[in-house]
């Protein structure tokens, strides 16, 4: 069965205290790893796609990997805005349907 | 303006009612879809859309109904609501023709109550 699990649940940084967050997939045939923001109250904002193992992508202080197991995403030096869920999403070859992880919620203190 | 909307923002409503959400984008895609997100469950596919004559069922299809009026619109109804239709659903758009990106692009959310 196609799954997405994100770990940790939750997270708490101090400003400027680097961590990363994993994002482990087991999916027949990966045709994308999709990283997410959300803030509360709205929805789900595109950050990075994936494709094969080894891509890398860059965003400010976000970096997000890919391996054939799993997605990090790194976050640099973080600031209080960076405070927020991130979700990650995987597309399965011969579907068109995305399965999401249930987050990780990020709180970095100032 | 918001590439994708959505009306309400925010429902209660009671149970046996029946209650439509609706999503409209100005973003041109073509594929629209409707998730719903639930604490500690993620986001769960409803219904999904490729164009206006091809509509297909979720993974939690059951209890809800979709119609695509339009490229640009897409609705979801409830035919009788009941209270574990409470949660908060999301209507998201991808275009077909970005080559292989697929991604998704969401709008601001219903929160939904059923009493």
């Known amino acids: 069965e196609d799954q997405v699990t994100q770990s940790p649940e939750a997270l708490r940084l101090q400003e400027g205290e680097s961590s990363s967050l994993n994002c482990s997939y087991t999916?027949?045939?990966?045709?994308?790893l999709f990283w997410y923001r959300q803030d509360p109250g709205k929805g789900p904002e595109f950050l990075f796609t994936?494709?094969?193992a080894g891509e890398e992508k860059e965003k400010e202080r976000l970096k997000a990997t890919l391996t054939k197991k799993e997605s990090f995403l790194h976050i640099t030096a973080p600031k209080p805005e960076d405070s927020a869920t991130y979700l990650c999403?995987?597309?399965?070859?011969?579907?068109?349907?995305?399965?999401f992880g249930t987050g990780t919620r990020l709180k970095v203190l100032a | 303006d918001a590439d994708v909307t959505q009306t309400p923002r925010n429902r209660i409503t009671k149970t046996g009612k029946r209650i439509m959400l609706e999503c409209s984008q100005t973003?041109?895609?073509?594929?629209m879809y409707w998730y719903r997100q639930d604490p500690g469950l993620g986001l769960r596919l409803i219904y999904y859309s490729f164009d206006v004559k091809d509509i297909n069922k979720g993974e939690i299809s059951d209890g809800y109904s979709v119609s695509r009026q339009a490229q640009a619109k897409f609705s979801l109804s409830l035919e009788s609501a009941i209270p574990n239709q409470t949660a908060l659903y999301f209507c998201a758009t991808s275009d077909r023709t970005s080559g292989s990106s697929y991604e998704q692009y969401f709008g601001p959310g219903t929160r939904l109550t059923v009493t």
């Open positions: 999916v027949s045939g990966l045709r994308g």
């Open positions: 994936l494709y094969s």
């Open positions: 973003k041109g895609h073509d594929r």
């Open positions: 999403a995987a597309r399965a070859s011969g579907t068109y349907k995305y399965i």
